[in-house]
Each structure stands twice: as C-alpha cells, then as structure tokens.
C-alpha cells in the first residue's frame, strides 16, 4: 500500500506544495519541529530527518525549496552540510539553528546559510522566516534569476571604499566608529554586515538597522575575522563588465536614504521609521548591484536604456519578466531583512501595489527616489520616472513635491559642498 504522501503526491494541491528538509541530529528536537509544524501539513510538505549524510543523498535525489538544518552535528556540522546543499540544489533557501557556536563554525556558515536562527526558534521566528522567503521568492518568478540570487553570498564593493576600510582595519588604532562609518557608505558591506550583525550567531537583544551601529557591536576583532576569513567585502572588476558605475549608484542610494529622511519627518513618520528610512533608501537599488554583478545580459539593458532614453524598470520587466526592485527584496528577504525595508525596496517603482494605506517609509522612499533621479540622475543617458501623484493623492499628499523637491534639491548641494572642501 503506497503511503499517505505518495497517494497525494500526485494530485495538482500537492504539487504546489512547497517541500522543506528539517535535519538535526537529536530526535527530540525533531520531534518538537514535527509538532509544532504539523498545522502547515496541507500547505508543506515536510521531511524530518536526523543525519545530515543521509539528507544530502535526498537532496540529491528530490528539490527541496527550503532546507532548515541544526549547526552542531556528528559527522558533518551545519556549515559543511549546508555548504554542500547549496551546490547541489543552489535554488534552495537554506536556514541553521544555532546557538552559541566556535567561530569556525561560524565563518564556515556565513557563506552557505541565508539566515541563521536561534536554537531554540521560536513558532512565529521560524515560520515568518520561511514565509517571508517564500513571498519574496513568489515575487521573483524567474527560476534562473532566483538560483542565481540563492547563490550570492557577498557583493562588489567601491574599490576605494573597499582599500580605505582596509587600511583603517590595518592601522595601529582602528577606530570602529570610523569603520561604521565607511561601510554606510557601501552598499554591499551595509547589506552584508547587518545581515551578521542580525543573525542568532551574535545573540544580539535588539534588531539593528544602521550599520554604525552593527561595526559597534560586532567590535575591531570580529569585523577583522570576518573580513579575512570569509571575504564578506570584497572587490571586483564591475565597471570592466557590468555597464554600471557602482560609485555613481551607490552615491545616487546614499543621497535618497539622506533625503528620504528628511521627507519622513516632512510626512510625520516617527523615529523608528526615520531610521529604516536610510537603510531602504541605501539598498533601495541593490538589485541593479546584484544584476549588474551576477547577469552577462544586464550589460545589454543599459545600453538598451541609454540609446532609446528608456527606464530601467521598464525595461527589466520587459526583457527579464522582473525589476531590479523584486531581485533586491528577495536577496534582502534572505539575508534576514522584513518589514517596511522589504516593501520599500520591493514597490519603490510601484508603490500602488502596497497594501498600507498611511504614509510610510515605502512613501518617502518613492518621492525621494524620484526627485532625486530629477535632480541628478546616476545615469543621464537614462529615461527615469516621476512620482506617481494618484499613489499621493490616496495618501493625501498630493501637494508635498514642491517642499519635497526643494529638500532633495538643498541635501545636494550641501552634499556637494561638503565633497567639495573635503578635496574629495
């Protein structure tokens, strides 16, 4: 008699099923996994197994969209174990528990695990985690390009910004402020450190969303280790391939955080979201660094763009059935980010289709964005669009682009002052 799951494998439900892999070496703790789950049962199809050597050779034989593994295992730890998942199946989104772990252990699942949780994970932590995975993976409908995301575990670096964290890391007095700094300007080591900083391998209390903040609490020592012993900044030669300035974009990502802050109070956003405010301005573009670095055929929808003085967005979705703004928030959704950074990053092109009905960071964001890419644009050759007034009007914010454009407009000046006496 076929089983109860090969009996449904074959109606259409079950194929839509998403399958995860939980792998952990104690049976209890398997056992707590299979309970607490079991309501997802109709949604999930789930295996639970307790050695890792044995789940690779089921991977090896079935896909799995989501594999969630235990760090500390005989035989093969979850780094390792991970690491190899991800070369057979590098769609799949992967997730270790862990507490407390040596740094080695760390440093070998920096690469090969997406996020890591907590041991033991909460209900909600582990199933909004999974979901939240899921929703930005739906949004990335292409199966290449969502490989290819899957794979990234870092992203090219400003070569000068790259040399000048360096050297500050090598000189006889690192300041770590100093080196918090640095990395707020660069876009893939803000994504990347706060992805760490944010994951249970630090036990941090609190979520932390600047990356002073996450340079301060990581310290000189960890910062060094992770620099040296997995490479989490790193250079590439972008320009030489990719038809994109990585200088010009992450300048363009730092002027819209700045000034998209100073919109969020304009709109009466509190604190909280003032802060998220830079951060989703800052990675707002990070699919255009992902693209840029990852895809050979980007290089021809920029020159596309420059000779028919078209947008990017539009032409993204044209010719890869996606936007950069839908390969960022899935790399994001991996590495840990949620909330109002997600959305904002994901509709800043099209914030209709949000579901918020207040102004938000995702508001500031788009007005930002596009008063910013009036003012001065990353690439001039560039067709770039306005700022959707109906979205405006159904927030009541219809006549705030004036006082809207005369703050990106004065941010850029200052900025440019600033550069100016600076000699840089």
Request: glycine content about 6%.
């Amino acid at each position: 008699m076929a089983s109860p799951s090969a009996k449904s494998s074959g109606s259409p439900a079950a194929a839509q099923r998403r399958r995860l892999l939980f792998v952990d070496d104690e049976p209890n703790v398997i056992s707590g996994l299979r309970r607490m789950l079991h309501k997802h049962s109709d949604a999930w199809d789930m295996q639970f197994m307790t050695n890792a050597a044995e789940a690779l050779e089921r991977v090896g034989r079935e896909s799995f969209d989501v594999v969630v593994s235990d760090m500390r295992m005989p035989g093969m730890d979850g780094g390792t174990f991970l690491a190899k998942v991800a070369a057979q199946c590098p769609q799949t989104v992967r997730f270790i528990l862990s507490g407390n772990s040596e740094f080695h252990l760390i440093c070998k699942s920096v690469g090969s695990a997406h996020q890591c949780l907590a041991k033991p994970c909460s209900y909600e932590t582990l199933v909004n985690a999974i979901n939240r995975s899921f929703r930005m993976g739906d949004a990335l409908r292409d199966k290449i390009l969502k490989t290819l995301v899957s794979q990234i575990g870092s992203l090219p670096s400003i070569s000068a910004i790259y040399q000048e964290i360096m050297a500050e890391m090598g000189s006889g007095d690192p300041s770590v402020k100093r080196i918090g700094e640095i990395i707020s300007r660069d876009i893939a080591m803000s994504a990347k450190v706060l992805q760490l900083v944010n994951s249970a391998f630090f036990g941090l209390a609190t979520h932390v969303e600047s990356p002073q903040h996450a340079a301060v609490l990581l310290g000189i020592n960890t910062l060094k280790s992770l620099v040296m012993a997995v490479h989490i900044f790193h250079q590439a030669g972008f320009e030489d391939h990719a038809g994109l300035s990585i200088d010009k974009l992450s300048e363009h990502s730092i002027d819209v955080g700045m000034s998209a802050q100073k919109i969020g109070r304009l709109i009466g956003l509190n604190d909280t979201e003032v802060q998220d405010v830079f951060m989703a301005g800052l990675f707002h573009d990070i699919g255009k660094l992902i693209l840029a670095a990852k895809l050979p055929a980007y290089r021809d929808i920029i020159l596309h763009c420059r000779k028919k003085a078209c947008s990017m967005y539009r032409a993204e979705a044209e010719k890869l059935g996606v936007s950069h703004s839908q390969v960022g928030a899935y790399l994001l959704s991996l590495w840990g980010f949620q909330g109002s950074i997600l959305e904002a990053v994901l509709y800043h092109h099209r914030p209709n289709e949000s579901h918020e009905t207040a102004a938000n960071v995702l508001t500031a964001i788009h007005v930002a964005n596009a008063m910013m890419n009036e003012i001065d644009p990353p690439d001039r050759d560039i067709l770039t669009e306005p700022a959707d007034q109906t979205y405006l009007e159904k927030k009541g914010l219809s006549d705030i682009l004036p006082e809207c454009r005369k703050i990106c407009r004065d941010y850029k000046i200052n900025a440019c002052k600033v550069t100016q006496s600076e000699g840089l």
